[in-house]
């Protein structure tokens, strides 16, 4: 099955940290632009970070940019978000998405969106 299952969601308090994870079956990252979105309650879908699979490049919306890291581990073909320093505004179900043959620029900007998603976990920070 081509399919992406995450994982490492939580209860965290505010300044705490939590590691996503984003599992791939049915196919690698060697084509693929992969990325991490948040929807809080009531809110739209947001990007948060996404990384080319092909040359690890990386994108990071402002209000993350020196908290979060996204990085790839080819072997076990999984994608991950580390979260450092979180803030009760990060609370969001996280999901990750990828899309073949498609910058990660691209993803990050919107103007082309996930073929593959996630089921999605939940992230609450605490104050």
């Known amino acids: 099955e081509v399919q992406l299952v995450e994982s490492g969601g939580g209860l965290v308090q505010a300044g705490g940290s939590l590691r996503l994870s984003c599992a791939a079956s049915g196919f690698t990252f060697d084509h693929y632009a992969i990325g991490w979105f948040r929807q809080a309650p009531g809110k739209e879908r947001e990007v948060v970070s996404c990384?080319?699979?092909?040359?690890?490049?990386?994108y990071y919306v402002d209000s993350v940019k020196g908290r979060f890291t996204i990085s790839l581990d080819n072997e076990k073909i999984t994608a991950y978000l580390q979260m450092n320093s979180l803030k009760p505004e990060d609370t969001a179900v996280y999901y990750c998405?990828?899309?073949?043959?498609?910058?990660?620029?691209?993803?990050?900007?919107?103007?082309?969106?996930?073929?593959?998603w996630g089921q999605g976990t939940q992230v609450t920070v605490s104050s």
């Open positions: 990384i080319a699979g092909s040359d690890g490049n990386t």
């Open positions: 998405g990828a899309v073949a043959y498609v910058y990660a620029s691209v993803l990050f900007r919107g103007w082309q969106s996930p073929e593959l």
